[in-house]
């Protein structure tokens, strides 16, 4: 595989603790990486390889598979050399124009083949969650970098990393082989959570987090999560409590959370509005400028005034973090935060990573607007 680590070591952000009694009794019950720290963005001057890399992407039929498609297509050292949909065998990869691609139904087994031939540098697992563990089994102990999109193994953290550039330290990404990718929800809120962690307290026990998706993130399997007539004029509550992504935002930014998902009318974009209880006193300016203190450097994080509107980050590559409306007791905020469900909450994080681990500029192939 071609992959190296950057050179660089990274001296972390000052650590975030709390003296909320309930988020030390979840940190001693689930202890997690350094989440709340990240490291500076690995950029041209970090990049260690120039060689394009061979991919294989398997399941590539849904909505997330596609976006990162068309994000490989324009990467200028990411070469498709194998794509795998059971519904898709013998179709052409229109899609792609740097070489004719066609669909195949790969098995575990032959996956582990292409692998011990070497003929793939990294693997992306754009499957459903419970799916890819066959997959993951057969490449075993391979070197190869193997991408998990599903949620499959976010909670294991003794696989590889859990790729979330902004928030996970970067030389962790870059070093591994094995990286789950999150989830899209669970990016945005744990984005607009972080930088707050400190500061948490007072009740309620949980924070509440109320988001609401395009139909796009339930996926092509019909539903009616994605049921364009039961949605029209409609706004669709499911999952109301033990959510998959309560569960990770809780164990990664060791926060206990509670996570509200709705489902709306429009394709693709979340928008998230979080309560926040504070442990003092603040004003909606000295929490905008925690955010934006934090936010420095990130391309892909944007720190604005106004709550973020949906329609503004739709087929964008970042995440918008806003509102910062403070109640009259100083002591508790409002955050709002959009982001595109299949491109920062899917494949742009995909691309960021998988550059991170082969060695390329970690924006390199994702457009900046």
Known sequence: ??????????????????????????RAICPTPSTQTGTPPLGKKNASNDTPSRIGLIGARGYTGQALINLLNEHP??????VSSRELEGQ?????????????????????????????????????NGVCGPFVQALGQSSSLVVDLSADYRFDDTWGSYGLPELVQRSKIAQATRISNPGCYATGSQLALA??????????????????SGYSGAGTKPSPKNDVNLLADNLMPYSLTGHIHEREISHHLGVPTAFIPHCASWFRGIHLTINIPLNKTMTSRDIRQIYQ????????????????????IQN??????????????????VVCATIDNLNKGAATQCLQNMNLALGYDEYQGIPLD
């Not at 660089?8 to 009694?21: E, G, N, Q």
């Not at 930088?195 to 609401?212: A, C, D, K, N, S």
Request: with cysteine; proline share 6%.
């Open 195 to 212: 930088p707050i962690v400190e500061h948490l307290g007072g009740m309620p026990t949980r924070y509440q987090v109320f988001g609401v």
């Open 92 to 128: 052409e990869l229109k899609e792609y124009t740097k070489r004719k691609i066609v669909y195949e139904n790969l098995s575990p087994e032959e996956v582990a083949q292409l692998d011990k031939d070497g003929k793939v540098d990294c693997w992306v697992m754009a499957l459903p």
């Open 1 to 26: 595989m071609l992959s190296a680590t950057s050179g660089t070591v990274r001296v972390a952000a000052r650590p975030l603790t709390s003296p909320h009694p309930v988020l030390s009794l979840l």
């Open 293 to 312: 203190d934090r936010y420095a450097g990130e391309k892909l994080v944007k720190v604005v005034g106004e709550a973020p509107l949906v329609k503004s």
């Open 77 to 82: 050292n990411m070469d498709i050399r194998h």
């Open 316 to 333: 964008k590559h970042g995440v918008e973090i806003g509102g910062f409306a403070v109640d009259s007791t100083g002591k508790r905020v």
